[in-house]
């Protein structure tokens, strides 16, 4: 089980690293387009190419990330109100169904790439096969149903009563606008 947990420890710090690149690069290839287009009259061909590009990544990788911190968009009226066993309850059968939609729009994306590589589309400015930049769509969609199916199994510990139930962020209400 320690193997279990280090290769979580890494993904996470993988994701985080491709996040923070990505981002980053998105950063530094607009700024770079914007002074060669003002100072020397010429943009860069691929910005808008690369960028779009980063952008897939940051929301696949992102949407993995962000359901590993539990920090994913959620309807928690309902199961704010709940508390123990049957918020537990609730949130196994949330997070098994997200994981069961997940997991399937994983095994969709995979024919959606293979079709992709099929017909053999290229970017128009790099020339990078677009398969390739697809392949993050089914990684991070994967990823983010094993994140939900680890919540799950979380949610089921804390039903069977071998581990308290993790702590719920609350969000801290906005102040009032004078």
Known sequence: MAWLHKLDW?????EAFIL????LLMALNSVGNVFGRYLFNQSLYFSEE???????FVTFIGCSYA???NRH????AFVEQLTGKPAAA????????????????????IGYVQSAARVGRASSALQLPLHYIYLVIPLGLGMSGLQFLRHAFIQ???????????????????PPQA
């Open 10 to 14: 890494l993904l996470e710090k993988l």
């Open 20 to 23: 923070a690149s990505a981002i």
């Open 50 to 56: 690369l960028n779009q590009f980063l952008i897939i």
């Open 67 to 69: 359901a590993r911190h």
């Open 73 to 76: 968009i959620s309807m928690s």
């Open 90 to 109: 609730s949130l196994l059968l949330i997070n098994l169904l997200t994981a069961a939609l997940l997991m399937w729009l994983t095994w969709a994306s």
């Open 156 to 174: 089921l510990l804390v039903l069977l009563g071998c581990r308290e139930a993790p702590p719920r962020h609350v969000d801290v209400p906005l």
